[in-house]
């Protein structure tokens, strides 16, 4: 099930199947943005751990570098960490994710972006966290959704933020999964119902432009 699938040619292919340039356009105007960092951690990111991602290596330089552009430009940047324990993740992947587990933390390129960080227990980063308030007190009015995993907690995430009335920017090269068939799958739904999937260079070209 796993595969190291994120190539150039596999987000180019991905970018031209789903970007809809007029729902882009109706984003635009909205640059009061905030990027969500979902569960950067190394559990998904190390090759020692279980839940290791294998094209990894491939997007996190992609994803350091985007964070640092936006820092560059005033974007806030907050981060989920995620861990469960006995509950109906447990039971439905077969263990638990303890909160104390060093694999549990951010991958250590990513701490020094890590300002401000929001623990969640479900896929989720709204339910049961302070999330939302956060991005209503800084007045938030588009969320830039990046992380792990894409069709799990960066899909949920995404669809919650629509629903709270949030425009969603969902790059097609901002998230990483365990092989491309989920990736396309969350894009294909996305574009069609919830989020732009632009590419990150194009995010921080409009995030520049205002």
Same mark, same amino acid.
């Given at each position: 099930m796993?595969?190291?699938?994120?190539?150039?040619?596999?987000?180019?292919?991905?970018?031209?199947?789903?970007?809809?340039?007029r729902?882009?356009?109706?984003?635009?105007p909205?640059?009061?943005?905030?990027?969500?960092?979902?569960d950067?951690?190394a559990?998904f990111?190390?090759?020692?751990?279980?839940a290791?991602? *294998?094209?990894?290596?491939?997007?996190?330089?992609? &994803?350091? !570098? =985007?964070?640092?552009? /936006? @820092?560059r430009?005033?974007?806030?940047?907050i981060?989920?960490?995620?861990?469960?324990?006995?509950?109906?993740?447990?039971?439905?992947?077969?263990?638990?994710m *303890?909160?104390?587990d060093?694999l549990?933390g951010? &991958?250590? !390129? =990513?701490r020094?972006? /890590? @300002?401000?960080?929001?623990?969640?227990?479900?896929?989720d980063?709204f339910?049961?966290?302070?999330?939302?308030?956060?991005?209503?007190k800084?007045?938030?009015?588009?969320?830039?959704?990046?992380?792990?995993?894409?069709?799990l907690?960066?899909?949920?995430? /995404?669809?919650?933020?629509?629903?709270?009335g949030?425009?969603?920017?969902?790059?097609?090269?901002?998230?990483?999964?365990?092989?491309?068939?989920?990736?396309e799958a969350?894009?294909?739904?996305?574009?069609?119902?919830?989020?732009?999937?632009?590419?990150?260079?194009?995010?921080?070209?409009?995030?520049?432009?205002?």
């Amino acid at each position: 099930m796993k595969e190291d699938y994120f190539t150039e040619e596999f987000i180019a292919e991905m970018r031209e199947r789903y970007f809809r340039p007029r729902k882009w356009e109706k984003v635009r105007p909205f640059r009061n943005a905030a990027v969500l960092a979902i569960d950067l951690q190394a559990y998904f990111l190390r090759p020692e751990s279980r839940a290791f991602l *294998p094209s990894a290596p491939r997007f996190v330089p992609r &994803l350091v !570098e =985007f964070y640092r552009e /936006a @820092e560059r430009l005033g974007v806030p940047i907050i981060f989920t960490r995620h861990f469960h324990r006995d509950d109906i993740m447990t039971r439905w992947w077969g263990g638990n994710m *303890p909160r104390d587990d060093p694999l549990n933390g951010l &991958l250590d !390129e =990513f701490r020094s972006f /890590a @300002e401000t960080v929001i623990e969640k227990r479900t896929y989720d980063a709204f339910h049961g966290t302070e999330l939302e308030g956060i991005l209503r007190k800084l007045h938030v009015e588009t969320v830039v959704i990046t992380g792990v995993m894409t069709h799990l907690c960066c899909e949920t995430t /995404a669809r919650e933020a629509f629903v709270r009335g949030f425009n969603v920017v969902f790059p097609v090269d901002g998230t990483l999964t365990q092989n491309r068939f989920f990736h396309e799958a969350t894009l294909r739904n996305l574009s069609h119902g919830f989020a732009v999937t632009s590419l990150l260079g194009e995010v921080l070209e409009w995030l520049s432009s205002g």
